[in-house]
């Protein structure tokens, strides 16, 4: 049985890897496995300088999901360098790095200071909902999604996956904004814009009002999403949104992701990603499959 | 170090109409924790309510493993959890926190807790007593009705202090009166809180006034509890409003310095 992917360039074991934000730089979930089981590790979200994130309450549950806002909180690439970098590189995986910015210089300086580090690839964040300027800002329109990544694909020799951003009408056409400015892949979804709002005290319980919602509510999105861009670009999906188990993994592949990503699903288990690896491999058994890659785009529509 | 565990649930005990303790065989889990950690714990194997619980020890049995936890039903995840039954296996992760109540180099503490932040205070009252320190503890509520685990208390301290805000049950007022008087005789080496807001607020400018060490068990809406997601962020004290920077409850706590918090 083969699980190894390609993924825009970057070998991994097996099509699972854990989401950005629900994963830190590793060190907190290494306690309970060890990482060189997972395909690839992508990193918190990491900007040039440090951010330290907006205003607590920061998260709050919802029906089968939860909302966040962060803000992108991170202590900054130069410091992922010196001492998350050397821990990952410990581990048997690919490390992709989740960039993000507030402006595009910001996004090419820092893409390349990544471009000088032993990492496998780099995820452009183009679609968090949490912060003011940048992000989602460049993320929901083609033209915006087109110019930025073309002015980090001149710097940023690795492979270059695009995080897009559910917040649009037509997620097929950002998609081809990615694959027409040259980039390499393209994960989907980030969170959907959400609101909870404390009846009691008649205010949202986030101190930041609205937040990203994730979690299983927001699967069937997602797996619609994955299915359209998948009609829409030749390029790699990397496929996420409310995955918890080898079910939902395989609903993604069908639907068009060459590889997955384990979200706020790491958080009501840290197992979830080791689980979905055995899941995947158990539904390969189960149908005879031998290539973990002949899973993707299956879905036969009615 | 934090593990997974599925512990079985032998023991439950409602102590109000809306409070419960359960008591847990977690070998695992008791063999690290410490006075002052939490457990994460998943209320359903299925994905609604979604995330984990976190609750506060209340009780250690390290010989037998034994883990008791006591928790106000507030929402669902805690209506199913006080609902489980005899013999079932909850999902524990734990011990979580990097930073527990710490008294090594103190020998008179003053532990004050209210409402039902008591809770997490009685594993350290109980531990530090056996250590040969002098414990004294202050415990308010809001009124007779609302008072829970007094003689419990009562057993390990060495001087024992009950208040409601109303009166209607032992001395009227606030704990922390009570706290103060004995600071100002000089017999009190280090404080450790937890409780709702506005005490700990007080407690923690009363500490800070009197210069004595202080130590403030902190909650905050959580994600993760290992410190992945940023969550439960709390402010770092002396940092600007418009440059805030944060400690994170599960991560950097969940017990702080009183001197090192915004709350």
Known sequence: MNTKINFAGIEMKNPVTVASGTFGYGREYSQFFDLSKLGAVITKGTSLKPRSGNKPPRVCETSSGMLNSIGLQNPGVEFFAKYDLPF????????????????????????????????????????????????????????????????????????????????????????KAVEDAGADGVSLINTLLGMKIDIDKKKPILANNTGGLSGPAIKPVAVRMVYQVAQAVNIPILGMGGIVNGEDAIEFMLAGANAISIGAGNFIDPYTSINTIDGIEKYMKKYNIKDVNEIVGKVEMN | MAKKELAELIGKEQLKSDIFKITMKAPEIVKDAKPGHFIQ?????????????????????????????????????????????????????????????????????????????????YELAKSAKKDDKNVNIYLGFRSKEFVVLEDEFKKVADEFTLTTDDGSYAKEGFA????????????????????????????????LEKDIPCQLSLEERMGCGVGVCLGCAVKKAGTPEDAPDYWHVCKAGPVFEAKEVEI
């Open chain 1, 88 to 175: 990952l590189r410990k581990y048997d995986t690919a490390i992709i790095v989740n960039a993000c910015g507030s402006t595009i210089d910001e996004y090419v300086e820092l893409c390349k200071i990544l471009n000088t580090l032993d990492i496998d690839g780099v995820e452009l964040n183009l679609s968090c909902p949490n912060v003011k300027a940048g992000c989602m800002a460049f993320g929901n329109t083609y033209e915006g999604v087109k110019q930025v990544t073309s002015e980090v694909r001149k710097v940023l020799d690795k492979p270059l996956i695009v995080k897009l951003t559910p917040n649009v009408t037509d997620i097929a056409s950002i998609a």
């Open chain 2, 41 to 121: 714990v998943r209320v359903s194997e299925q994905v609604e309510p979604f995330l984990r619980r976190p609750i506060s020890i209340y009780n250690m049995d390290k010989e037998n493993g034994i883990l008791e936890m006591i928790f106000q039903v507030k929402g669902k995840g805690t209506e199913i959890l006080s609902k489980k039954e005899i013999g079932t296996k909850i999902d524990l992760l734990g011990p979580l926190g990097n930073r527990e109540f710490r008294y090594d180099n103190f020998n008179n503490l003053a532990v004050i807790g209210g409402g039902i932040g008591v809770f997490p205070l």
């Open chain 2, 176 to 207: 922390i009166t009570y706290l103060e008087k004995d600071i100002d005789e000089g017999k009190v080496d280090s404080i450790y809180a937890c409780g709702p807001l506005p005490m700990l607020k007080a407690v923690q400018k009363l500490a």
